[in-house]
């Protein structure tokens, strides 16, 4: 018994460092995609949230989800006292890391939309709020049952909703959020010329853009697998389905991207992101279909969110984790069907309501948290401070300080 629950101690830490470690995709993504004058900004910020979000999902949100609260003695915590709670070896302890990692993608996917323009304390204090409150309060609807919501669905529809690594849950919430954020932040200065045309900004760096994305890609594998939360759970269903989904996201993607480079790395991400719900019940071929149709949705969400809605979401976090995320949830409830090759226990009914109403849930919150914090502080950089950069407005100093240096 010792040796089996150190066994998944030691498995459910290792898929929380590696994703963990996905937080550096999450910053190197945005430090390759922002201008050079934003680099340091998007570094900070990225690490920032993840201790902000870890204090406040310690202190609240892990209670407002699952009501456990810390404030009992070590002995209690590590399980080597009696109590129902925390299990011997301090195996809920790291499930609350691994929870955690979670929790803190929230602020990472917003801080890409929000990139190059947004004051630092402001998001600062979202990010508490978001990740004390906002998204608990839905991941303990899913994930934990509260409110009895996932009883009443399965009694509507016939099973609860189900969404195993969160393509709906983390993404969908954390990408309408953002969108949320975006619209009431406003596009950079010089985003949208007068007659409404855009100017694009080029990435600052290709190889940083990449290396985030291949960051992301290795630690999703421990988004992903180790999400069953034990070894007795685990599937090797669930690390093929992730890789044919990876693939079928980059080939779509670069298809219709056209070769565009930040179209196909953020491709493979999409087609993550999207079988996060159902890769514990696709068939590989319903994760490749599954994969490819995300390849495309971000591809063509991007265009249509920047050039047409003129909406400047710097990274495309909405796009790539609000509606990649949104059909994932819904593709569960296809391809995790018998018919479809899939492990069935899924109503496609559950899928959609579902997957909407917490799309809906994150852009109402959005807007509420966001829109309290610009009625009270405000959102924005000056003027003077967006065009010298958030990195010496900010943080007062640049990427590269011994080259601005030599250059003064």
């Known amino acids: 018994m010792t040796n089996a629950i150190g066994a998944d101690v030691f498995f459910v830490l290792l898929g929380a460092i590696l994703v963990f470690a996905m937080h550096g995709g999450f910053a190197f993504l945005e430090v390759g995609t922002v201008r050079h004058k934003n680099q340091v900004n998007a570094l900070v910020k990225i690490l920032v949230d993840f201790a902000l979000s870890t204090l406040s999902y310690f202190f609240i949100g892990y209670l407002v989800a699952y009501g456990v609260t810390f404030f009992v003695n070590a002995a209690t915590l590590s399980g080597t006292e009696g109590g129902d709670v925390f299990a011997p070896q301090g195996f809920a302890l790291v499930k609350f890391f691994f929870l955690t990692t979670f929790a803190a993608a929230i602020p990472a996917i917003i801080s890409g939309g929000i990139a190059e323009r947004m004051k630092f304390a402001p998001q600062a204090l979202a990010t508490v709020i978001l990740v004390s409150f906002v998204y608990p309060f839905f991941e303990g609807i899913v994930w934990n049952n509260n409110f009895g919501i996932q009883s009443a669905v399965e009694a509507m529809f016939g099973a609860p909703f189900h969404d195993f690594a969160g393509s709906v849950v983390v993404h969908a919430v954390g990408g309408w959020i953002a969108l949320a954020a975006v619209l009431l932040l406003g596009a950079r200065l010089g985003r949208y010329r007068p007659d409404g045309k855009s100017q694009a900004f080029p990435p600052s760096s290709i190889p940083w853009l990449a290396l985030g994305s291949w960051l992301l890609c290795t630690g999703w594998f421990g988004f992903n697998v180790m999400s069953a939360q034990s070894l007795e759970g685990v599937s090797g269903l669930v690390a093929l389905n992730s890789l044919m989904a990876m693939v079928g996201g980059i080939v779509s993607a670069l298809i219709a991207g056209r070769n565009d480079p930040g179209f196909v790395h953020n491709g493979a991400l999409a087609g993550l992101v999207a079988v996060c719900a159902g890769s514990d019940v696709f068939h590989p071929i319903g994760a490749l279909i599954t994969g490819v149709v995300a390849g495309v949705v971000f591809v063509r969400g991007f265009i249509w969110c920047q050039e047409r809605l003129k909406i400047d979401d710097v990274l495309g976090v909405w796009p ?30 559950t899928q959609l309501v579902m997957s909407v109403a917490g799309a809906a849930y994150a852009s109402i919150a959005g807007f509420i948290v966001y829109g309290i914090i610009r009625a009270l502080m405000g959102l924005r950089l000056s003027e003077s401070e967006e065009m010298r950069g958030a990195d010496l407005s900010i943080h007062k100093i640049g990427a590269n300080p011994e080259e601005e240096i030599r250059r003064a």
């Open 320 to 349: 790539l984790h609000g509606l990649c995320g949104l059909w994932g949830g819904i593709a569960c409830g296809i391809f995790g069907l018998q018919w479809a090759g899939g492990l069935g226990g899924v109503s496609f009914m």
